[in-house]
């Protein structure tokens, strides 16, 4: 479905094959492990057995004597940060928590945090030698459970932190607290909301903690070279803000440090955070070689990624005809080891979606001894969306209202003030639900017994930030592209795409390439759905960049006055019907003054932010709870599909993650907080044959602040799911899941609860 | 340090000889000492799917075989997949249909998909998803590699067919 | 006159107003405004003359992408909220 009206685009919208496609279906494509150099030593990290202890002491020594062994790093080998708050790119970080993250200093918060790291002639001996390193731990009682944490005796695990009350510290107390920031936000009068509502629902929730669970582990290969200069390979979310936190934790010059990008396996939002380069380029400095360290998938589970575990409490008034009148809601999510979890997010996307006249939010990021928690596609949004969407869809139920007509009734659009304060723009809420609302899947009727069918929404910002593009056009027509943003899923043929449709040239004619640090201009991460919107825009502004010069040029050849000369559909138009295609005018180049190079960036752009609606049915076996998903339908406000099946596989691929979250997704830890599940057989992410095929509905609302019209349209497809599924389970097993997952055991204990109420 | 040992193996169809020590596994020989990087590492223990490449004919986890094991296997890896510079169906059905995002996960799907097709070249999408239900994706929702797979079988048949 | 909205937590400091109307053609010429009506806001808002960390503005809108110079118009929206990153 697309919006009438839509502009007739020559590349945009095709789907030419990725240009990055056939080294990758052979083999060919370089990941971060892949990198070979010679002298290469290998590194293992020594991780804490304990989620919560003091070191007394690390003797390396039996270690260093070990055959084989080059060097032993722990914290003392990186710098010391002090107090500061280091500007990384996607907001400020504690340089002093990201250092003690990278190698516990004196205390270690969670089972699998760093300690050591040993460089030797292979992993086999890197491996042997951390065994041989002694340390000395005084085990402290941990916390694992959000709103334990929040207690006032529970365990603290920082003794730097203070809870944040927007810019003040409350004036009663001065103690360290595991509970780091506070948020509130206000709109209208609640108390009278909920007095005008004729029902009142108030509901608690809990979701676990969720890893990213890209397929590649986080690896880094450093040299450390003899003028003091550090190469970083890696694979990375973004070689820039990799560049500043391996420059800042090490304390030496950002341009001393070049980031080589290699491909990455995956990301969602768990490959910014750097873990291993300082490690790597400390091990390299100690030794002279370059050294490899590669997590293996225990590491990555118990040190890297999670996404918050959640306590959320909402409470929504509706009148008998179904206009929402106020809602109240508590989220509390779990930090991690340091503070940052996406709270702030979590409380601006809880009623995002919809018309709120009067509502509360009040959120709180608190420290808990698991991995420091990191953005994962739409951070904090999902957590939200599951608690407000079903509680809407309870609603619906005790009025007989359609969900879909519900949303319809109340959705978020244009002009409508959202609860933290800003007033949206033009968004394309209203026409997900709408096309949900028309799809054939929901006008469909359910095949069986025990099947259900839900819907839920969700919605994420979408950020702007920094790209740029640097573009070469070659002598025989061809142009060759440089950029900054790693590609994740595709995202090298969309940037080349709208670089083709700006100049009317094929996307075959560009060839697209992700450089280092030291080869183009500063690039934010490719994260918060912003490559295809922000780098795209960079790529708009080379190619117009191009078209002046080429003016330029041709008017020269023809020797006219550049002012009579255009640039249109691919070519030079001048006077006297004169005209050179984009091809022409290139061969001709050598004769006017060589090369043509165009330079764009992007910097001030924001975006509107993107909304989803999802359908689901699903079947509850009524013997095991066991929850099968039938059939999934996505609609999703993408602005303007640049390569609609990357867009599609977008929607999928966050979707299917969402399905994962709701239904199985969930660390398992014991009380003394050890996680029992850190492999993909016991984190069972979905297969593929846990799952339907998923249909997409591309709802095409452009962002005007966009040339043609670009949303980012990664994020917000994990954020429904959950909900979706949980209103499904709702209409078929006649159970509310009010906890994430929504596994068989949780369920057959709803139903049993059901059946015994009865 | 056990002592080294010397393997023979017939990897992509060439006759390979190297060294290992006995606790060294397929995969680790493949990528650090016989340089064959295109099979990848997603977890070291048979979950992922990632490292899959054929022996004899049948899809392993190279990260659960000893290098040792492979003594006089006949192993096929994504590098010898393609005929040269023409890309085998399964390949370019990937390609096609955007069966890959980050691309981590392919290779091992495409040895995978080889060993199904081979063994049944008119799979159901029921028999696609059960084949494939040891490869982990986390990017695509595997909504379009499997219908990669089913068109790779429907080019491999047309093939045969010319 | 730009309208400020006052984030819940720093009311105690303008007598539980949400929205105060204050000059200024900048975000930081809007915040010296604010403080000089309403003093100890700018303390809560900034530090070291940058926008506290954890923080970030919107302009109507949109998220203010020169932070504390950026410009604004007669009848905007000032917002101060919570960072967001993204994965
Ligand atoms: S690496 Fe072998 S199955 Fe995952
Ligand atoms: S494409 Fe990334 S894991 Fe499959």
Known sequence: MSTNGKPKYKVIGTRPIRHDGVDKVTGRAKYGADIRLSGLLHGIVLRSPHAHARIVRIDTSRAEALAGVRAVVTAADIPPQGDRMVELGEGAVNMRHLSANVLAHDKVLYKGHAVAAVAADNVHIAEEACKLIDVEYEVLEPVLDVLKAMLPDAPV???????????????????????????????????????????????????????????????????????????????TQGIFTARQQTAELMRIPVADVKVVPMEIGGGFGGKISVYLPPVAAALSKKTGRPVKVIMDRSAVFEATGPTPASYIKIKLGVTRDGMITAGDAYLAYEAGAFPGSPIGPGCMCV?????????????????????????????????????????????????????????????????????????YSRIGMLETVEAIKASEHYQSKLAGPNQGRGIASGYWFNIGLKSAVTATVGYDGSVTLIEGSTDIGGSRTSIAMQLAETLGITAEQVTPSVVDTDSVGYTDVTGGSRVTFATGIAAIEAARDIQRQLVIRAAELWEVDPSTVTY???????????????????????????PVIGNGTSGKATQAGAFGTHCVDVEVDPETGKV????????????????????????????????????????????KGSMRNATYLDYRIPTCYDVPMIDTILVEVPDPQHPYGVRGVGEVPICPPPAAIANAIAAAAGVRMKQLPMSPPRIMSAIWERDAAK | MAKKRVVSIKLNGDPVEFLCEPRQTLLEVLRDTLDMTGTKEGCSNGNCGACTVLMDGRPVTSCLVLAVEAEGAEVRTVEGVACGSHLAPVQQAFLEGAALQCGICTPGFIMQTEALLAENPSPTEEQVRFYLAGNLCRCTGYDKIVRAVMCAADKRRAAMDD | MARVFIPAQIRDLTDGQEVV??????????????????????????????????????????????????????????HFLPAIGGG
């Not at chain 1, 957590?383 to 209202?401: K, P």
């Not at chain 1, 390569?643 to 599609?648: D, Q």
């Not at chain 1, 596989?649 to 830890?669: D, F, M, P, R, T």
């Open chain 1, 157 to 235: 695990l920082n003794d730097d932190v203070r809870t944040d009350v927007m810019g003040g510290s409350p004036a009663a107390s001065d103690r360290p607290t595991n509970v780091a920031r506070q948020i509130i936000f206000t709109k209208g009068d609640v108390q009278a909301g909920f007095a005008a509502a004729d029902v009142v629902l108030e509901r608690e929730f809990r979701t676990g903690t969720v890893h990213q669970g890209y397929i590649e582990p986080h690896n880094a290969t450093a040299m450390w070279n003899a003028n003091g200069k550090v190469t970083v390979w890696m694979s």
């Open chain 1, 351 to 423: 009623f995002s979606c919809y018309d709120f006249p009067n509502a509360r939010v009040e959120g709180y990021d608190v420290c808990v001894n698991k991995p420091r928690s990191n953005a994962y596609r739409a951070p904090g949004s999902t957590n939200a969306a599951f608690a407000i969407e079903t509680v809407v869809d309870e609603v619906c139920q005790q009025l007989g209202i359609d969900p879909a007509d519900f949303r319809l009734k109340n959705g978020a659009k244009e002009g409508v003030r959202r609860v933290d304060g800003p007033v």
């Open chain 1, 568 to 594: 249109v559909d691919g070519g030079v138009s001048g006077p006297d019907g004169k005209r050179m295609t984009f091809e022409e005018l290139a061969h001709k180049l050598p004769e006017t003054g060589g």
């Open chain 1, 628 to 671: 099968q998903v039938l059939r999934y339908t996505v609609a999703q406000d993408v602005g303007t599909a640049i390569h609609p099946s990357y867009v599609e596989g977008q929607l999928q691929g966050g979707a299917v993650q969402g399905i994962g979250w709701a239904l199985n997704e969930e660390y398992w830890y014991d009380d």
């Open chain 3, 21 to 78: 109307e204050v000059n200024g053609t900048t975000v930081r010429e809007v915040i010296e405004g604010l403080e000089s009506i309403h003093p100890g806001t700018r303390e809560r808002l900034c530090r070291d003359g940058q926008l506290r960390p954890g923080l970030m503005i919107a302009v109507d809108s949109s998220v203010a992408s020169s932070g504390l110079r950026t410009s604004i118009n007669r009848d905007s929206e000032v």
